[in-house]
């Protein structure tokens, strides 16, 4: 089985795109027969080429990338069930989806 965690290491940090729903942060996601898919990108440049190319088809407004801390990352993905990491929703492309579990041990220990 091809392993997309070992042929694609960690640089550090992940992007997402969030937006505010009143005072409370979304995130960029999905839901596949899997689960809920969190919508991760390897930079913030990634993560704004990604808008700027699909916001046509991003329900509402305010999306912009966003950093967050490890401890802050690790928060947000107990609300999702897998990860994509960089997706492109593009018509024959492959998609490797994360657990959430997976993803966690990607980013290593803190410090």
Known sequence: MFDYLEHHPNSG???LL????GSVP???SYTAEEG???CAFKSPA???QFYEEWHHQIPGEGWAPSVLERADLIEVLENFDLVSINP???PGSTEYL???????RSLGEPG
Do not use: H
């Open 13 to 15: 940090s992940y992007t």
């Open 36 to 38: 809920e898919v969190l």
């Open 46 to 48: 990634e993560a704004a």
């Open 18 to 21: 969030e937006r505010m729903e």
């Open 88 to 90: 492109r929703p593009t």
């Open 26 to 28: 979304g995130y960029l």
């Open 98 to 104: 994360l657990t959430t579990a997976d993803f966690e």
